[in-house]
């Protein structure tokens, strides 16, 4: 089964991605951006085929996993989509010099999710 990361340390946003999705991806958690790294190392099938990335994590946060994903080359691998709940232009902004696919600013909708993660979905059958 193809498998999506949710990075996020709220319970919330993984339960609302778990329930959208669970009949058609495994949901892989990460509460904090350490975690959601080694989950990628840990990817040796490449069974991921997306990530919802929250910028504001504890201990890891989501810029030093976009970091990762550069010094990795692994953007053309797994589409990202940034979930976040801070909204200044300037970390916004920050967030696009990196091959991100799009920004989601919470609190988000069912279908907003549904569509994010369809779109991340399509950008990794299509590479």
């Known amino acids: 089964m193809k498998k999506i990361i949710v990075a996020d340390d709220s319970k919330i946003i993984s339960n609302i991605v778990d329930r959208a999705f669970r009949d058609e991806y495994e949901i892989l958690v990460a509460f904090n951006g350490r975690e959601a790294i080694d989950i990628i190392k840990n990817d040796v099938n490449g069974d991921i085929v997306g990530m919802l990335l929250d910028l504001n994590m504890p201990e890891v946060d989501g810029f030093a996993v976009l970091d990762y994903f550069k010094e990795n080359n692994l953007f053309k691998r797994i589409p990202v989509c940034i979930i976040t709940g801070d ?27 549904r569509g994010e993660v369809e779109k991340i979905i399509n950008l990794s059958t299509m590479r």
């Open 87 to 113: 909204v200044q232009k300037e970390r916004i902004d920050r967030a696009f010099n990196y091959d991100i696919v799009d920004v989601l600013a919470k609190p988000f909708t069912f279908e907003n999710v």
